[in-house]
């Protein structure tokens, strides 16, 4: 149930407006073709986005300093390379395999719903990406946000408090005139504690047809939308 | 003459891509009529102006502590409310007025000048502005920023280098794969010190008729363009 009015809806990126497993396992195949490299692109993006926890985890723990999302990519694409035997790729195609998370395409309902929602709200993303990374993926997508907000702004990772906290703030807003949307349990209720409203977006094919987690909501959250479409009838845009 | 690659082009805001002027005697004018004000609106426009560079000099001092442009600007008209003899104006009535600075309107080249633009460029402003005032603006003068980067994300007022830096930074650019655009001689000197590149685009009725700064380029910079067309012109887009 919508509490209050909502001036900003705030966005998760990977996975709830963009899929993240289809460009890394075409970018990889790509990449493979040309080099001649034997490697299961699939478990490739699996082990990439597996290690993307734990890499946060590190800063988190305050083990590594503040690093962005480029930087942690970088770190755990450079382990996956000595893992999965790619070692002959270069510097430069190593960089660019590390900017594949630029290149995302967003699932075929988000432009639209985001053009619906921009309407009536302000349209941010609110991501673990960096301002840069998001930036260039909102280009290339034709994504139009109307501000880029990103962790990299609070230097803490989701879920941390400080992240919905510095975005209400830069917002200008109360956190209950922002409405966090995504596709996890974990971000959404962050956002709820503090203070946001809430909408679960479905996207149980994110980790393709074997998906386990964040397949229905866990709590009560304000909307549950089947996608941006569903959420933009819901808010009734 | 252009150095290297143009990346990104970072927009001063105030005077460069809108003009304030206009809206506050517009929006002063119309406050005056509704409540029966006697004021020089013109006079009161160019007062909020002059107050500026002072508001921000207190806090690059440190007598103040980081405050972002509307908290500025409160502190500067909570003065002129006083000196103008307008303390009619109740509360609502008072943070309405100090949020006409989300209010301003593009010059008349700036929406399609920016918008030629950013088909090549990385576009953003990179103002004194906070980042809930430039997006307000922009949403309401549909001009499309790709993010938006203020000084508000480095708690410095242009034009200290930490802006410039801050902001080369977050778009994951060098300084000389930025251009700084800007109709402020002391804006572009900044950002060149940085290594930016810079465009001086002539703004010359900034001020209305009596305009007496800022009425050429005071030294060499890498563009001078007579307004966002001709920018767009000379960097062939």
Same mark, same amino acid.
Request: proline share 7%; hydrophobic share 40%.
């Given at each position: 149930m919508i509490r209050n009015e909502i001036k900003a809806?705030?966005?998760d990126v990977f996975?709830?407006?963009v899929d993240w497993r289809s460009a890394l396992i075409r970018e990889g195949g790509e990449l493979g073709e040309a080099k001649g490299l034997e490697v299961d692109w699939v478990a490739f993006a699996h082990?990439?986005?597996a290690g993307y926890e734990p890499a946060m985890q590190r800063v988190r723990s305050g083990e590594l300093?503040?690093?962005?999302?480029?930087?942690?990519? #970088?770190?755990?694409?450079?382990?996956l390379i000595e893992q999965f035997g790619i070692d002959s790729l270069n510097e430069a195609e190593r960089d660019r395999l590390n900017r594949v998370w630029h290149r995302l395409d967003p699932?075929?309902?988000? #432009?639209?719903?985001?053009e619906r929602l921009r309407g009536q709200f302000i349209v941010a993303p609110l991501s673990n990406g960096n301002v840069s990374l998001l930036t260039n993926m909102a280009k290339r997508a034709d994504l139009r946000w109307d501000? &880029?907000?990103?962790? %990299?702004?609070?230097?803490?990772?989701? *879920?941390? *408090?400080? &992240?919905?906290?510095?975005?209400?703030?830069?917002?200008?807003?109360?956190?209950e005139q922002v409405m966090m949307v995504a596709a996890h349990n974990s971000d959404l209720k962050a956002a709820q504690a503090e203070g946001f409203q809430t909408a679960f977006?479905? #996207?149980?094919? %994110?980790?393709?047809?074997?998906?386990?987690?964040?397949?229905?909501p866990e709590t009560s959250f304000d909307i549950v939308a089947k996608d941006f479409?569903?959420?933009?009838?819901?808010l009734g845009v």
């Open positions: 809806l705030a966005f996975g709830t407006v082990a990439w986005r300093p503040w690093l962005n999302l480029d930087a942690l990519h #970088r770190i755990i694409l450079d382990g699932w075929p309902d988000a #432009r639209l719903g985001l501000c &880029v907000l990103s962790v %990299e702004l609070s230097h803490h990772y989701k *879920p941390d *408090p400080e &992240v919905y906290q510095k975005a209400a703030q830069l917002l200008d807003l109360l956190p977006v479905y #996207r149980t094919n %994110e980790y393709g047809p074997h998906q386990t987690t964040d397949l229905e479409s569903d959420l933009a009838d819901q």
